[in-house]
């Protein structure tokens, strides 16, 4: 699909909206607490906005999608729909804990639970994987997706030979595809680093609440274009989709959900529950085992989620913008993952051509491939600032982040321990922009792993069972002395990396059942739900927290700092709460 100069306008239109209002939105930020954390002014819609929109990129629009246009379907919304309750366990029960500390980043609640150690090994974890799982994939997963849409490979072989792109050699795409996706990386990069160096986290919400509103609205056209053609309609030639009924599309993309596996069982792609021991998500996982793990970590501890809600002028403005989240969250797979189940009804046969016949690429290409038939061309350039917003509002929210942690929780106790809060902002403001080079420079790292979204969820299994234990069980053994911190954060990585290290090394030596003797089982237990091995993980640092608190307990229970931060709740909290939870029920009802 080509771009027309309507479509450019409206693109660079849309750029200049964002880093504009940025730029004012930051303009007054002087010390550390306005630059790190908008000066604790943050209203209920702007939280609710940002954690939606630094949260939904196109590890979504690709990885996600992808997954739905899989054989996994719609079970993959349970990454969203379960998410919702563990943002309802935040804002009733660690929210209040965390501002009335009045901390500035995660790890800095640790020095005050534990001891300074604990602090700077999460600070160092969440450093490192910011780099090379966050914010490498967003750039990665964000130039694929615009790659995909608007043929940006096929512009630059344009630039390099004057030969059409199906004259090719298979070398001369693959280079015109690598400086496509290098060169859409760190243009993202630049443009959004320009404005969180100079605003920070205020700039960031705010560009997250335009971003976050073009990326509801561009999922929820494409969502009516897809049901549109299931419906009955007709593509034009140029794009876009004429007649056709939301109600038969509807009805229709119901029934061609349906499908026999290769065991010849009749399944649907509509089912949220998988077999419990499903590769991808299991429903055991899902209720009662290691889905939570990430999503507690993600959602309640997370610095690049968090800082948001701590930056909330009162505990009741965070609660309320927690619940707004919520209610997205709930209806973001009806935008994404629906649309990734409708590109394999409607176009599964051109797509897996196109990929070569592996349905993991293909997969990543679903979403873009059905955009760039149905879109059309005059909202083209509305789809492009959509998805590039998409990228941005998550990029600049993992840099902010990120420089959060490295100025207040390694350089200030580190490197100059006297630095002034104005001295801060200068640090954060040169971090922003080093995180963003190194950021852009890792940003080919996942296409060497088949598909975006299980590389970032596998990568952050490294250190969520471990920091989950460390922040629940510090809470649940009043007790447990600094060691047990430690030990927590330590031997979590270690021991996921003795889980599924194996299988990814012994993958390259034949297909599973082919590998015999000792190395079988060993490959076999590798080879499992990762988030079965989460759960594994916390649960054993869980017990093992229990233990040292009971043989080595500390006098008397840490006593945390208290702010001047308004904690009264909000009155409604668990009336909303409940029905969030609710809600979140009756789906996998509906779904089941």
């Not at 660079?12 to 930020?29: D, I, N």
């Amino acid at each position: 699909m080509g771009l027309g100069a309507i479509d450019i306008v409206v693109f660079l239109l849309f750029m200049a909206l964002v880093v504009g209002v940025s730029l004012w939105a930051g303009r007054k930020e002087k010390s550390s607490e306005d630059y790190f954390l908008a000066g604790r002014s943050l209203g209920w819609g702007l939280i609710g906005f940002s954690l939606i929109a630094s949260n939904i990129s196109t590890e979504h629009f690709v990885g996600m999608a992808g997954s739905a246009f899989g054989r996994v379907g719609l079970a993959i919304a349970s990454y969203e729909w379960m998410s919702a309750i563990c943002l309802v366990f935040v804002a009733w029960w660690l929210l209040p804990k965390f501002l009335r500390a009045g901390i500035y980043t995660m790890p800095e609640y640790l020095e005050y639970r534990y001891d300074s150690t604990a602090r700077s090994i999460m600070a160092t974890y969440l450093m490192a994987l910011y780099v090379v799982a966050l914010l490498a994939t967003v750039l990665y997963s964000g130039a694929q997706g615009l790659n995909g849409v608007f043929g940006f490979p096929q512009h630059v072989a344009g630039l390099l030979y004057d030969v059409p792109w199906t004259e090719l050699a298979a070398e001369q795409q693959d280079r015109s595809q690598l400086i496509a996706t290098w060169s859409g990386a760190w243009l993202i990069g630049i443009i959004a680093a320009v404005y969180t160096i100079y605003g920070g986290l205020k700039a960031v919400v705010w560009s997250d609440l335009i971003q976050g509103a073009a990326l509801l609205g561009g999922g929820a056209l494409v969502l009516y274009l897809g049901l549109k053609l299931t419906g009955g309609g007709v593509l034009g030639e140029n794009g876009g989709v004429t007649g056709g009924s939301l109600i038969d599309g509807w009805k229709n993309f119901a029934e061609s959900a349906r499908y026999v596996d290769e065991s010849g069982v009749e399944r649907t792609k509509l089912s949220v529950i998988l077999p419990w021991n499903d590769p991808d998500v299991p429903w055991l996982a899902v209720f009662v085992g290691g889905l939570w793990i990430p999503n507690l970590f993600y959602w309640g501890l997370n610095q690049f989620i968090t800082q948001r809600t701590l930056g909330a002028k009162s505990l009741a403005e965070g609660q309320k913008g927690i619940f707004l989240a919520c209610f997205f969250k709930l209806l973001i797979p009806f935008i994404i993952v629906i649309p990734g189940i409708i590109a394999w009804q409607q176009f599964g046969p051109e797509i897996m051509a196109g990929a070569g016949g592996d349905e993991a690429k293909a997969g990543e290409q679903a979403y873009p491939y059905m955009i760039s038939q149905m879109m059309p061309p005059i909202l083209r350039g509305v789809m492009l600032a959509a998805l590039a917003g998409a990228i941005m509002s998550t990029f600049n929210s993992g840099i902010n982040s990120a420089s959060t942690i490295f100025t207040v929780d390694l350089y200030s106790k580190y490197i100059d321990r006297d630095v002034t809060p104005r001295g801060q902002v200068v640090v954060g403001r040169w971090s922003t922009g080093v995180i963003a080079v190194l950021a852009c420079l890792m940003a080919p790292l996942p296409g060497l792993f088949s598909g975006v979204f299980a590389y970032i969820q596998e990568i952050w299994g490294f250190i969520s069972p471990g920091i989950v234990a460390v922040f629940l069980g510090g809470m649940v053994f009043k007790r447990a002395p600094a060691l047990a911190g430690r030990l927590a954060l330590i031997v979590g990585p270690t021991l996921y990396a003795g889980f599924r290290l194996p299988g990814w090394f012994l993958s390259t030596r034949g297909e599973a059942g082919e590998l015999g003797g000792l190395l079988q089982p060993l490959y076999d237990f590798s080879t499992i739900a990762f988030l079965h091995h989460m759960a594994i993980i916390f649960i054993a640092l869980f017990v093992m927290m229990g233990v040292v608190a009971a043989l080595r307990p500390m006098d008397a229970p840490r006593t945390l700092p208290v702010s001047n931060v308004n904690v009264e709740p909000w009155r409604y909290r668990y009336v909303v709460g409940g029905l969030i939870i609710a809600a979140t029920v009756g789906l996998y009802v509906v779904f089941r």
